[in-house]
Nanobody, 124 residues
């Protein structure tokens, strides 16, 4: 239902934008989140945006460097990543959460739909 794209190899300090698109799922009905999983580590929350886009939430590790946004007319959600660090290397997943307006939840357990993941590699 969700398709994440935009991953790749980038040098430390560089930028990358990930995109999440849905073919049949109306994303305007869902809060959206980005999560990541580095090799040998647990999946962790990165960012979330409410259904209408008015509220956002970020992990402390990416605050000030990453920006989540959405375009409900295009049924897409983006994650702009700047000042990338080697520790940002991970598979990034987008996910959809059927929840109340304004909510931006950080627990992966509550997200109902997941994309397949896109790999981001940051070289030092």
């Amino acid at each position: 239902q969700l398709q994440a794209s935009g991953g790749g190899l980038v040098q430390a300090g560089g930028s990358l934008t990930l995109s999440c698109a849905a073919s049949t799922l109306p994303l305007s009905n869902y809060a959206m989140g980005w999560f990541r999983q580095a090799p040998g580590k647990e999946r962790e929350f990165v960012a979330a945006i409410s259904r209408g886009g008015m509220r956002t939430n970020y992990a402390d590790s990416v605050k000030g460097r990453f920006t989540i946004s959405r375009d409900n007319t295009k049924n897409t959600v983006d994650l702009q990543m700047r000042s990338l660090k080697p520790e940002d290397t991970a598979v990034y997943y987008c996910a959809a959460d059927w929840t109340v307006t304004g909510a931006t939840r950080i627990s992966s357990d509550v997200y109902q739909y997941w994309g397949q993941g896109t790999l981001v590699t940051v070289s030092s």
